[in-house]
């Protein structure tokens, strides 16, 4: 019996998370184990009910579940950051789930945008960071009045801005990026493993041309790594580059990893290459502690209660997550059952299918049913 703690937060996701559910519940049954799901409230109706994000009662309660399964959250009667920082991205910090895992692979009979790219050139892994870089959220905004500050921030950094001492008109804004070396290595040791286990190639994306502190020493920890990896060979990509070479040669990849800020920009690119973000799901990964599985697609208001909405990626998610637990062969086959399903047809209508949001979940469960 798995413990599974539910975050279906908001928009479109208490819809997907129905469907997800529904094929888990199918997989459980067919294979043979158990899943007890445990509801949380979490998102922005709580939140505008309430004024409370995510409690020390949340978070006891989530860390007794052996995983969490996660919708989406955003919504437009909340400023934009509140929910994402409050919820998401304190969960992924709370739980040191410092792997960020998302799926690069073409499914059969998904169209791709990429001319002449088949299945068989689509199918890699992006291992991004998932606790420091840009998102530690060191930064900070001075007006020209807040005189101190400012000239702490001109001396130690050396910028030439000029501010007008007696006006509040101009301002300035820095955000500091932190990448340290266990932070680096235990991810990067992550990728090294997963890509041993698969076609033993690994790229490590990075700017350290420009961004010679941070990436420079990812690029370091990377090389030092490598030594202990000795049957995966290593390429170094600038960031720029690798988005040129996913829509040019997706087949050169098997493991990309990389920093955080850069992982969140790839992998919508990655989410367009096999097909589209209905398609793209992730996992929160920290492999000795509370992991979390979610489609990489927001909540899009704009769709909620309409039941069009893409489950796949969700689905594709709750695969993650069994596989996550161990149960194998229930993953495979919730995947393989996506597969059929989107060959036969049976899709929503951003695929170019004519199915609800439930007629997918059904259409998938009773495959995981059948095989
Ligand atoms: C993602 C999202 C999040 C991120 C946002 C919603 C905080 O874009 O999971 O990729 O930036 O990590
Ligand atoms: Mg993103």
């Known amino acids: 019996m798995h413990r599974i703690g539910v975050i279906s937060g908001d928009g479109i996701g208490p819809e997907i998370i129905a469907e997800g559910r529904k094929v888990l519940d199918a997989a459980a049954d067919r294979y043979h184990f158990g899943i007890e799901w445990q509801e949380f409230d979490l998102g922005a109706e709580r939140y505008l009910r309430t004024g409370q994000l995510l409690t020390e009662e949340d978070l006891t309660s989530l860390s ?5 399964y996660f919708g989406a959250i955003g919504d437009e009667r909340v ?13 992924r ?4 789930q410092y792997v960020n895992l998302r799926p690069v692979k073409l499914l059969q009979g998904v169209w791709t945008p990429l001319a002449g790219k088949t299945p068989a050139d689509i199918d890699f892994m992006v291992v991004r960071e998932n606790t420091e870089d840009f998102y530690v959220g060191i930064g900070s905004r001075f007006r020209g009045r807040e005189r101190k500050e400012l000239e702490v921030v001109r001396e130690l950094y050396q910028l030439r801005f000029s501010l007008d001492a007696e006006s509040d008109a101009e301002e300035i804004a820095y955000q500091i990026g932190v990448i340290s070396r266990e932070g680096a290595r235990r991810v990067l040791r992550y990728a090294f ?21 941070v990436y420079g020493l990812w690029r370091e920890v990377c090389a030092e790594e490598a030594r202990s990896y000795p049957g995966v060979s290593v390429e170094y990509n600038f960031v720029d580059a690798i988005t040129m070479w996913f829509v040019k040669n997706p087949e050169w990849f098997d493991v990309v990893v990389t920093p955080n800020m850069f992982g969140d920009i790839i992998t919508d ?27 990489i697609h927001g909540s899009a208001p704009k769709y909620r209660g309409m039941g069009i909405a893409n489950p796949f990626a969700t ?3 709750g695969s993650m997550l069994l596989d996550h637990l161990g149960e194998h062969v229930a993953a495979a086959a919730v995947l393989t059952a996506i ?18 949001t439930s007629g997918v979940g059904d259409a998938v469960a009773r495959l995981v049913s059948l095989s």
């Open 64 to 68: 007794q579940c052996r995983a969490i």
């Open 79 to 91: 400023k934009p950051g509140v929910l994402e920082k409050g919820i998401l991205l304190a969960l």
């Open 93 to 96: 910090f709370y739980f040191d």
């Open 193 to 213: 493993d997963l890509a041993s286990r698969r076609r033993r190639k690994l790229t490590s994306v990075d700017k350290a041309n420009v961004l010679t502190d």
């Open 269 to 295: 690119l990655g989410a367009m290459v096999q097909g589209g973000l209905g398609l793209a799901p992730g996992g929160n990964i920290n492999p000795t502690g509370t992991s979390m599985f979610e489609p």
């Open 315 to 317: 689905i594709w998610a």
């Open 339 to 356: 597969e059929q399903s989107i060959l036969a047809g049976i899709t929503t209508r951003d695929m170019g299918g004519n199915s609800s």
